[in-house]
């Protein structure tokens, strides 16, 4: 396996600390799950952790990232508070998002996660205005928007391709194409399976990788960086990966057939980089082993926190509707049921 | 596939079995959208109908609701009969564009020569923690608008009735199903009987109050009126069950005789349909009111994830039955 440019260890040590860190807070997640501590919609990225640290590893701190629902793994590679993710998980007052958000609406400004959105397809543009933005003001930062195989036939996704091209917009687009949407295969829901040559038409340059190695996924991501940051172009990245769970903790996945997700669980992204860390003498079993204790205790830290954690006030309700807030007499009768 | 009418059907079942039926009777109606073949659909409404009539007729479709339900409305410009399933109304905003200006415009704008016989069917509602992009009450928006039917059913055998109806008419139909209610069992109607639209349902007979309620919020106010009858106070619970139709004559009428009327809808407040229907009780009945009619409804907000303020946010029992009480109070019941 070559190395990105730029890679050294340590990077690489970080690197794995975070897939561990997504796998294992994922993990305990849907453990909460089952005991009914988090409610709604629950989706999993276990097995796709090489395309989301691969990606944030390549990312300068202060580009923006943009991601749909299933997006834990964006949050902590980012950087977030693991107490105040799990927090948000459990809906309660320390959350990221005061509660507010849950599992589908992560956000951390501070670091610039620019948020988890739950319509599909929705937030790529979201992704288009923070480049735009980022133009505007002449700063040199990149945008980056992840979204689904299953999002690419939304046509606002076409638009957003077609704007990023007309006006050389610095965005990376970042299809993570685990091959299904729901129950649905990528086979059966695109016309052209390689989804990434889609921006041929509009003449952003555009490729595929393989998804499972963090290590190419961090190489491409980097290239693509460079063109936007270097030559003011938007780049697409097709992120080829699999997700092992089913779509989210409702899906019993009986949709998928049990040869191809074996075949896909010999890939697995942590198991394979762990060979490439002892192979390349990057970290020593007694250093894996080390890693993964101190990743379990803050995993375990984070859930007896948020467990511990005070429901958000009824009070606060309505606060937040608006960033102008106005009083509106006449209506308050009307504002609770 | 036979169906034993003595049996309770789940409302998911009572429109699967609405669905199936009419696939059966008229070669025109086929089904489209979201993994809805392969899958069952995300609510199991589908569920066996692949096997059954095969892809040409229940049509798996990418996820791209603006342009499935416009080539839909085009389908049904031909004269086919689709039936589109959107997954949740979350994400009919997409095609909304198609549905208002084009379905409900066609008929109108082109006089009369072309009619749009669309079903877009699809749940609403919250309760479910799904937060505020995901748990959305939208009946209004179409309630809004000419050229759009709509209806909202709240049991299974209203689900089913009224679906083979809307599949049988020429215009374009906006079904809204709820989340909260696809287990909920009841008696459903066998294949000949069609529920008419514009003929509210009475659920309870009462004489102190009127209670105007539609979809799971029927049974959130049927709630209430088991808790207001132990005080023996006796409200009239009313599902208008369509509102493009609407049967405003059976709401004035009750409203008359109670002179009360409290309004519960799981939407926001604002300009919706509790204050669309709270203005035509105004205009119809206003000489016979007792109190100013009174509202219950989903708070002013987006909806929020954690449980304990989504809770707070839904209409519940108790706030129907804190509503009567004011309303019956400041009057002369
Ligand atoms: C506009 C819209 N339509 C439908 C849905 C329901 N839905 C949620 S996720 C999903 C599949 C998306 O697949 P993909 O884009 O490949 O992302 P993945 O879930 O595989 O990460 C669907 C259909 C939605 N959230 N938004
Ligand atoms: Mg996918």
Redesign the pocket.
């Given at each position: 396996m070559s190395t990105a440019t730029g890679t050294g260890q340590q990077d690489m040590r970080d690197m794995f600390r975070s897939m561990l860190l997504i796998r294992r807070f994922e993990e305990k997640a849907s453990e909460e799950y089952m005991a009914g501590r988090i409610g709604g919609f629950l989706?999993l990225?276990i097995g796709?952790e090489a395309a989301v640290v691969g990606t944030v590893s390549a990312m300068r701190a202060d580009d923006p990232l943009t991601s749909?629902?299933?997006e834990h793994g964006q949050a902590l590679a980012r950087g977030a508070d693991p107490r105040a993710v799990m927090a948000e998980l459990l809906g309660r007052s320390t959350g990221l998002c005061g509660g507010r958000g849950g599992s589908m609406h992560l956000m951390d400004k501070a670091r610039s996660f620019y948020g988890g959105y739950?319509?599909?397809?929705?937030s790529v543009p979201l992704g288009l205005g923070l480049a735009y933005a980022a133009r505007y003001r002449k700063s040199d930062q990149v945008s980056v928007t992840m979204?689904?195989?299953?999002?690419?036939n939304?046509g606002v996704v076409a638009e957003c391709f077609n704007m990023a091209g007309l006006w050389d917009l610095p965005i990376v687009f970042l299809i993570?194409?685990?091959?299904?949407?729901?129950g649905?295969s990528?086979e059966h829901a695109a016309a052209e399976e390689d989804l990434y040559t889609r921006c041929n038409a509009y003449g952003i340059p555009s490729w595929k990788v393989d998804g499972m190695d963090v290590m190419a996924v961090r190489g491409a991501v980097a290239e693509a960086l460079r063109i936007a940051r270097e030559e003011r172009n938007p780049a697409c990245v097709e992120l080829l990966a699999y997700?092992y769970r089913g779509?989210?903790m409702s899906d019993p996945d009986t949709v998928r057939d049990a040869d191809e997700k074996e075949r896909w669980r010999l890939r697995d992204p942590l198991v394979t980089f762990e060979r490439v860390l002892l192979g390349e003498a990057v970290m020593t079993a007694d250093d894996i082993a080390a890693m993964k204790a101190e990743v379990e205790a803050v995993v375990e830290d984070a859930a007896a926190f948020a467990e511990e954690s005070p429901e958000v006030p009824v009070a606060e309700l309505a606060d937040d509707v608006y960033a102008n807030p106005f009083n509106d007499d006449a209506r308050g009768g009307a504002l609770m049921p | 596939m036979s169906t034993d009418p003595a049996k309770p059907v789940a409302y998911r079942d009572a429109l699967n079995q609405a669905l199936r039926e009419e696939l059966t009777r008229d070669p025109d109606v086929f089904l489209l959208g979201?993994?809805i073949a392969g899958f069952d659909g995300?609510f199991k409404v589908t569920r066996g109908l692949l096997a059954e009539f095969g892809p040409e007729r229940v049509v798996d479709t990418p996820?791209t609701?603006a342009g499935f339900t416009g080539m839909a409305i085009g389908a049904a410009m031909a004269g086919l009969r689709p039936v589109v399933e959107?997954?949740?109304v979350?994400?009919v905003?997409?095609a909304m564009d198609q549905i208002v200006n084009n379905a409900a415009k066609i008929h109108y704008m082109f006089g009369g020569q072309a009619s749009v016989p669309i079903v877009i069917r699809m749940p609403g509602g919250a309760g479910h923690q799904l937060s505020s992009?995901?748990s959305q009450t939208l009946d209004a928006w179409f309630a809004h608008v000419p050229g759009l039917k709509v209806v909202c059913p709240s049991t299974p055998e209203d689900a089913k009735g009224l679906l083979k109806t809307a599949i049988r008419d020429d215009d374009p139909v906006i079904f809204i199903e709820n989340e909260g209610l696809y287990g909920k069992k009841g008696p459903v109607g066998g294949p000949d009987d069609l529920i008419p639209f514009g003929q509210a349902a009475v659920r309870r007979a009462g004489t102190h109050c009127t209670v105007i309620a539609h979809s799971r919020m029927v049974w959130v106010a049927l709630q209430a009126a088991e808790e207001l009858a132990s005080q023996g106070i006796e409200v009239e619970v009313i599902d208008p069950r369509t509102f493009r139709p609407l049967d405003l004559d059976t709401l004035a009428s009750s409203v008359r005789r109670t002179g009360h009327a409290v309004v519960v809808d799981e939407g926001w407040p604002e300009y919706g349909i509790s204050a669309g229907l709270a203005t035509l009780l105004y205009e119809a009945c206003f000489d016979w009111l007792d109190a100013p009619i009174g509202r219950v409804t989903c708070a002013d907000v987006p909806m929020p994830y954690a449980k304990n303020l989504e809770q707070a946010a839904l209409p519940q029992p108790a706030d129907v039955v804190a509503a009567v009480l004011a309303n019956i109070g400041q009057g002369v019941a």
């Open positions: 989706h990225a796709e749909t629902y299933r739950g319509i599909v397809g929705g979204f689904g195989d299953g999002a690419t939304q993570l194409n685990n091959q299904y949407g729901m649905t990528l997700r779509h989210s | 979201e993994d995300a996820i609701e959107i997954m949740t979350n994400f905003i997409l992009q995901h």
